[in-house]
């Protein structure tokens, strides 16, 4: 049960955090074996080169690249920081998750769509061989994935259909209507493991230097972000 404990924050924060335009997932590994389709559902959602250029201007973040012989615990470094106030749309969203260069970043393939209800959708494929460089940039440890990789066939797909929102960096709204990995639905684990999801995701929010949430959530089919957002994001690339 530990282990789709991890996979629901894995889902969650994919949704929370991803969808908030930082370029960062707090994931922590931990996936049951998967069974079903390796293909992410199609959310009919595309985006345009336009839409990417857009999405990245609008935040107002600086792409820098770093040395390759930078260590996996500091392959994403943040600076500065800068107040933002925007609304993005689903296809911008989606260009900012779909165009990241960093070699640790965990996702691809991804969709995002939002619901005019407030629900946000998200596909894609989780990258099993990134999540051991993930988690060490992000505060963990090697060891942290060293036994729950073997539990990842391949690169799973998943899917999430929920609501979230964040008021003053904390994570205040938390209610998953469905969660996948494959075509195994794990929807029941997410009221299990509710305040330990909403925990998780509060901390590896505050975790970014130059990032402050006053409001992030999804409203009338747009991401409606307030607060204040990195200058510069560095990474080591692919």
């Not at 922590?28 to 839409?51: C, E, I, M």
């Not at 729950?148 to 209507?177: R, S």
């Not at 997410?190 to 999804?218: C, H, N, W």
Request: neutral net charge; proline residues 3%; glycine residues 8%.
């Amino acid at each position: 049960m530990k282990i789709l404990k991890y996979l629901l924050i894995v889902l969650v924060c994919i949704v929370v955090v991803g969808a908030l335009v930082l370029g960062y997932l707090g994931l922590l590994p931990g996936v049951a074996s998967v069974f079903g389709s390796n293909k992410p559902r199609d959310l009919g959602v595309s985006y345009s080169d336009q839409d990417a250029t857009a999405a990245f201007a609008i935040s107002g973040v600086a792409q820098a690249t770093l040395p390759s012989s930078t260590p996996a615990r500091t392959s994403i470094q943040y600076t500065g920081t800068h107040a933002l106030t925007a609304s993005f749309s689903q296809e911008q969203i989606t260009a900012l998750v779909n165009e990241q260069q960093w070699k640790y970043y965990p996702v691809q393939d991804a969709q995002i769509k939002f619901n005019t209800d407030g629900t946000v959708e998200f596909s894609g494929l989780l990258l099993k061989d990134r999540l051991s460089g993930y988690t060490q940039a992000m505060g963990g440890s090697a060891v942290d994935v060293s036994g729950a990789t073997k539990y990842i066939a391949g690169n799973p797909p998943v899917y999430v259909k929920g609501k979230a929102e964040v008021v003053n960096d904390v994570f205040t709204v938390f209610d998953i209507q469905k969660a996948e990995v494959g075509r195994l639905d794990v929807t029941k684990y997410a009221t299990k493991y509710r305040s330990d999801v909403m925990s998780y995701v509060t901390d590896r929010i505050q975790f970014v230097p130059g990032l402050e949430v006053t409001s992030a959530k999804i409203e009338g089919g747009k991401f409606l972000f307030d607060g204040s957002l990195y200058d510069t994001k560095a990474t080591v690339d692919e």
